[in-house]
């Protein structure tokens, strides 16, 4: 009965698989076929416990009308509640060691009891997933990883029980900020550095919108703060790969901007091995930790210290089943991820062991937000439905993740940042037409995506900004092609997309579709110092770190008046207390996929969000709440 079934599965898959080969996902190139007798380690990971409750849970203490508001959930009840069930975990054993005759020694099940690891080899896992594991070049650095691009396969009565298996194949993350050598496309000019001199007229708020320094950043968005509690707050920023700062930069800028903060260094915390190769990396690689680290640690008092979780996307992290990424650093944060099996592995010894931020500044994209198959488990594993507690979960522990929605409109930058994709016919393909792409993990509804603004030429902190246009910048924004639209956005999307949206047909975006950014904040050209020399950088990833700031300096009084970190923002953000907390941008576009993309508008907007944040309101409506 079992094999008939299978049989049959098999045959419409080679069906649909001669029809439409599974792509080997964007950013990849297979290289060969992964041999025999290959070491693997596999992680099943079962479906978890009590998922369909999640947004309840969350809006329990995320929503301001909620009577817990604030009330985050203890690391061993969430453990407890989102544990698989025990036929599930009995279910798939069974299959593997009485139906396979697995050796029950080369199974285990980790200690948070979501994922039934398996040291294997090659061979024999695809005996047992009946697919094909290949060895695959990732184009960006010509590293190798092993992987099975056309997913795996189980029998109708253990499928049920299993949300996916890793190794699959998946990329790490990339950085947003802005950079002029990596955007030849003749159609699009990429955010540039714009090289400025240590000249001292840029002192002051006379010519924000030619360079946007600190005080620009604290005038448009009245944040005049002085921590409180800055040894109980944490703050962090998430760097990837090569992506690291040089401390005479720092300095040289903290010397201009920030005085106090001269000689200070965020607090370093190597993720799967990242370290900082300050002294090697090349020119390039500078930029993104340098804007990070400098609009954060200057923004925030010289008290407050700033994290950094340096990550080094060159090793494959085997709890995770892929290159190390945003999940490795959430690992990091929480000991329930390192399981029975493989925790003996060198890049684990980070492994529970690293402070949680209440706030991490995210200004890279991990992938496009499409219904891929291989990807869109992923997404959910990492956010939602298949409830990787990565970010969720963390969220219920009171974290809020803030990331950059994008710097190309509605259109997708491909990972080695050489040119724009749009989807066609349901593929990444040219973007000159096509459906509009969003990144992850500024589409995952449970992250507060943050668009990019600017000060329009000739204007004043004073004057509302406009969404980012100059240089071919433009605000990433959109709808998602994953993720459903939660209930608390439905009012001001419904609004938009009534009043002010083209008439794009649903082949161009889903209306049904998370709705983003969440707000926005400046995108430059902001003023900061990259290997030894001023000059200003536009982007996103400006955009995100400066709204983490404030969020941490919420946190920070907070925690001072005795409540707890806001957490998952989304809720509140969106309630009618937080209605007057924003400066509503209703100029500019995202143009991309050969369209205008969308306009900004009066309310939220796909373009700028709910718009960009006046801090003392938000504050005094943060505080209100419990
Ligand atoms: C610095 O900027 C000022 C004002 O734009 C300009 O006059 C001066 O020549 C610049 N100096 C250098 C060294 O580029
Ligand atoms: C730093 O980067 C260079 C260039 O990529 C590399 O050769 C070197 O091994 C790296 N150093 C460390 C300590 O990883
Ligand atoms: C997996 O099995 C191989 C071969 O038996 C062994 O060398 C390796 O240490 C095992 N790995 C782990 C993480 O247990
Ligand atoms: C998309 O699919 C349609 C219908 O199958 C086909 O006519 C069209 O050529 C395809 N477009 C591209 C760019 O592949
Ligand atoms: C549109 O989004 C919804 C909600 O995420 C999803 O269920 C649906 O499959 C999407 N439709 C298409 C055509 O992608």
């Given at each position: 009965?079992?094999?008939?079934?299978?049989?049959?599965?098999?045959?419409?898959?080679?069906?649909?698989?001669?029809?439409?080969?599974?792509?080997?996902?964007?950013?990849?190139?297979?290289?060969?076929?992964?041999?025999?007798?290959?070491?693997?380690?596999?992680?099943?990971?079962?479906?978890?416990?009590?998922?369909?409750?999640?947004?309840?849970?969350?809006?329990?203490?995320?929503?301001?009308?909620?009577?817990?508001?604030?009330?985050?959930?203890?690391?061993?009840?969430?453990?407890?509640?989102?544990?698989?069930?025990?036929?599930?975990?009995?279910?798939?054993?069974?299959?593997l060691?009485?139906?396979?005759?697995?050796?029950?020694?080369?199974?285990?099940?980790?200690?948070?009891?979501?994922?039934?690891?398996?040291?294997?080899?090659?061979?024999?896992?695809?005996?047992?997933?009946?697919?094909?594991?290949?060895?695959?070049?990732?184009?960006?650095?010509?590293?190798?990883?092993?992987?099975?691009?056309?997913?795996h396969?189980?029998?109708?009565?253990?499928?049920?029980?299993?949300?996916?298996?890793?190794?699959?194949?998946?990329?790490?993350?990339?950085?947003?900020?802005?950079?002029?050598?990596?955007?030849?496309?003749?159609?699009?000019?990429?955010?540039?550095?714009?090289?400025?001199?240590?000249?001292?007229?840029?002192?002051?708020?006379?010519?924000?919108?030619?360079?946007?320094?600190?005080?620009?950043?604290?005038?448009?968005?009245?944040?005049?703060?002085?921590?409180?509690?800055?040894?109980?707050?944490?703050?962090?920023?998430?760097?990837?790969?090569?992506?690291?700062?040089?401390?005479?930069?720092?300095?040289?800028?903290?010397r201009?901007?920030?005085?106090?903060?001269?000689?200070?260094?965020?607090?370093?915390?190597?993720?799967?091995?990242?370290?900082?190769?300050?002294?090697?990396?090349?020119?390039?690689?500078?930029?993104?930790?340098?804007?990070?680290?400098?609009?954060?640690?200057?923004?925030?008092?010289?008290?407050?210290?700033?994290?950094?979780?340096?990550?080094?996307?060159?090793?494959?992290?085997?709890?995770?089943?892929?290159?190390?990424?945003?999940?490795?650093?959430?690992?990091?944060?929480?000991?329930?991820?390192?399981?029975?099996?493989?925790?003996?592995?060198q890049?684990l010894?980070?492994?529970?062991?690293?402070?949680?931020?209440?706030?991490?500044?995210?200004?890279?994209?991990?992938?496009?937000?499409?219904?891929?198959?291989?990807?869109?488990?992923?997404?959910?594993?990492?956010?939602?439905?298949?409830?990787?507690?990565?970010?969720?979960?963390?969220?219920?522990?009171?974290?809020?993740?803030?990331?950059?929605?994008?710097?190309?409109?509605?259109?997708w930058?491909?990972?080695?940042?050489?040119?724009?994709?749009?989807?066609?016919?349901?593929?990444?393909?040219?973007?000159?037409s096509?459906?509009?792409?969003?990144?992850?993990?500024?589409?995952?509804?449970?992250?507060?995506?943050?668009?990019?603004?600017?000060?329009?030429?000739?204007?004043s902190?004073?004057?509302?900004?406009?969404?980012?246009?100059?240089?071919?910048?433009?605000?990433g924004?959109?709808?998602?092609?994953?993720?459903?639209?939660?209930?608390?956005?439905q009012?001001?999307?419904?609004?938009?997309?009534?009043?002010?949206?083209?008439?794009?047909?649903?082949?161009?975006?889903?209306?049904?579709?998370?709705?983003?950014?969440?707000?926005?904040?400046?995108?430059?050209?902001?003023?900061?110092?990259?290997d030894?020399?001023?000059?200003?950088?536009?982007?996103?990833?400006?955009?995100?770190?400066?709204?983490?700031?404030?969020?941490?300096?919420?946190?920070?009084?907070?925690?001072?008046?005795?409540?707890?970190?806001?957490?998952?923002?989304?809720?509140?953000?969106?309630?009618?207390?937080?209605?007057?907390?924003?400066n509503?941008?209703?100029?500019?576009?995202?143009?991309?996929?050969?369209?205008?993309?969308?306009p900004?508008?009066?309310?939220?907007?796909?373009?700028?969000?709910?718009?960009?944040?006046?801090?003392?309101?938000?504050?005094?409506?943060?505080?209100?709440?419990?």
């Amino acid at each position: 009965m079992y094999l008939c079934c299978l049989f049959l599965f098999l045959v419409t898959l080679t069906a649909v698989a001669l029809a439409d080969p599974t792509p080997v996902p964007a950013g990849w190139t297979l290289h060969r076929r992964a041999l025999p007798d290959t070491n693997l380690l596999v992680r099943i990971s079962l479906v978890q416990s009590n998922l369909h409750n999640l947004d309840a849970y969350l809006l329990d203490v995320a929503d301001p009308q909620s009577p817990n508001y604030g009330q985050h959930w203890t690391l061993a009840k969430v453990l407890d509640t989102f544990r698989p069930r025990q036929d599930s975990v009995e279910v798939v054993t069974s299959w593997l060691a009485e139906e396979l005759g697995l050796d029950s020694h080369s199974l285990g099940l980790s200690l948070s009891g979501d994922v039934i690891n398996l040291n294997t080899t090659a061979a024999e896992a695809e005996r047992i997933f009946d697919t094909e594991y290949n060895v695959y070049r990732w184009n960006d650095d010509g590293s190798e990883r092993i992987g099975c691009h056309e997913g795996h396969n189980f029998p109708p009565h253990v499928s049920d029980h299993v949300a996916f298996v890793w190794p699959t194949l998946m990329h790490g993350e990339r950085r947003l900020a802005a950079r002029d050598h990596t955007l030849p496309s003749s159609n699009y000019k990429g955010p540039r550095a714009v090289a400025l001199n240590d000249s001292s007229s840029f002192q002051g708020l006379e010519r924000c919108d030619e360079a946007v320094t600190l005080e620009c950043l604290r005038a448009l968005y009245c944040f005049d703060y002085m921590p409180l509690a800055p040894h109980k707050n944490t703050v962090g920023v998430a760097e990837f790969g090569m992506n690291v700062y040089r401390p005479q930069d720092l300095d040289k800028f903290f010397r201009k901007f920030a005085p106090s903060r001269l000689g200070q260094r965020p607090k370093f915390f190597s993720i799967a091995g990242g370290h900082l190769n300050q002294s090697d990396t090349s020119n390039a690689d500078l930029d993104e930790a340098s804007l990070d680290l400098q609009l954060m640690m200057g923004l925030l008092g010289h008290e407050q210290e700033v994290l950094l979780y340096q990550t080094d996307t060159t090793i494959f992290d085997p709890l995770i089943g892929k290159v190390a990424s945003l999940p490795s650093v959430a690992r990091a944060w929480d000991a329930s991820y390192c399981s029975a099996l493989g925790v003996a592995d060198q890049d684990l010894t980070d492994c529970g062991d690293v402070p949680r931020a209440n706030v991490l500044s995210i200004s890279y994209a991990a992938a496009p937000d499409i219904q891929n198959p291989i990807f869109a488990p992923v997404f959910q594993r990492e956010c939602q439905e298949l409830g990787k507690p990565d970010m969720v979960q963390l969220s219920l522990l009171g974290s809020t993740f803030v990331a950059s929605s994008g710097d190309v409109g509605v259109a997708w930058r491909t990972l080695d940042g050489s040119s724009m994709q749009c989807l066609v016919n349901g593929s990444l393909g040219p973007d000159s037409s096509g459906a509009f792409v969003g990144a992850f993990p500024a589409s995952c509804p449970y992250v507060t995506a943050v668009g990019g603004t600017q000060i329009r030429s000739g204007k004043s902190v004073y004057d509302v900004e406009t969404a980012a246009s100059k240089d071919g910048f433009f605000s990433g924004g959109g709808f998602s092609n994953t993720f459903p639209r939660p209930s608390f956005q439905q009012a001001v999307v419904t609004n938009y997309l009534e009043r002010f949206a083209p008439p794009y047909g649903p082949d161009v975006f889903n209306r049904s579709g998370r709705a983003f950014p969440d707000v926005s904040a400046n995108g430059g050209p902001i003023r900061v110092v990259v290997d030894g020399d001023f000059t200003a950088v536009e982007g996103t990833s400006a955009s995100a770190p400066i709204f983490a700031s404030l969020i941490a300096a919420i946190n920070d009084h907070r925690i001072a008046a005795g409540k707890g970190p806001v957490g998952w923002l989304n809720p509140a953000l969106y309630s009618s207390r937080f209605a007057r907390s924003f400066n509503d941008v209703t100029t500019g576009s995202n143009p991309g996929c050969g369209t205008q993309g969308f306009p900004a508008a009066p309310g939220w907007d796909p373009v700028t969000g709910l718009g960009t944040p006046n801090f003392e309101r938000l504050l005094e409506n943060f505080l209100s709440l419990p």
